[in-house]
């Protein structure tokens, strides 16, 4: 009797103890992810004050330029690129996706450049190049001059419609 009594605890101990184990794998398992996750958000975090802290770094605000571009309208042109010179000195040139330029036209804004120019009067040169009215090629240029002093710089160059003139307008403006 004892012997069958100790053969039964044994089988029901080895039927319990992988359904244990079971859930405490289960648990751990979940314990794991839960870990995985705040450390992936832990992650993002970092990086982000990274990203925030190297901009500070490359770009400090006593000799900070950000040039915008924004699209109001835009039926007399059709935007392909953009050539940004300070000073005679190009700073990028970007080339335009239709998706680009639909988000544009969707009110988006695109930060075309950010760097560093010394205090001071500086040019700014931004040529378009893309398709006018009928489809002809086009090239325009807008040209505008800004004071760089110790605080940050932002200018916002701008494509619109002067439907007067059926022409597509372009605008550099000092924020």
């Given at each position: 009797m004892k012997m069958w009594l100790a053969s039964a605890l044994l089988a029901v101990g080895l039927c319990v103890t992988p359904v244990t184990l079971a859930q405490s794998d289960q648990a751990d398992?979940?314990?794991?992810?839960?870990?995985?996750?705040?450390?992936?958000?832990?992650?993002?975090?970092?990086?982000?004050?990274?990203?925030?802290?190297?901009?500070?770094?490359?770009?400090?605000?006593?000799?900070?330029?950000?040039?915008?571009?924004?699209?109001?309208?835009?039926?007399?042109?059709?935007?392909?690129?953009?050539?940004?010179?300070?000073?005679?000195?190009?700073?990028?040139?970007?080339?335009?996706?239709?998706?680009?330029?639909?988000?544009?036209?969707?009110?988006?804004?695109?930060?075309?450049?950010?760097?560093?120019?010394s205090q001071g009067e500086h040019e700014l040169t931004a040529f378009f190049v893309g398709y006018g009215p009928e489809g002809r090629a086009y090239k325009r240029a807008v040209t505008t001059t800004f004071e760089k002093t110790g605080k940050p710089v932002a200018l916002e160059l701008t494509i619109s419609d002067e439907k007067s003139k059926q022409q597509p307008a372009f605008t550099a403006t000092v924020l």
């Open positions: 398992a979940a314990s794991l992810e839960a870990d995985i996750e705040d450390l992936k958000q832990a992650l993002i975090s970092l990086n982000r004050d990274l990203f925030i802290l190297e901009q500070d770094l490359l770009f400090p605000s006593s000799t900070q330029v950000a040039v915008y571009l924004s699209v109001e309208t835009g039926e007399y042109f059709s935007l392909d690129a953009v050539e940004l010179k300070i000073d005679d000195e190009e700073v990028t040139h970007y080339l335009y996706t239709e998706k680009q330029v639909d988000a544009l036209h969707r009110g988006g804004i695109q930060r075309l450049f950010i760097g560093n120019v």
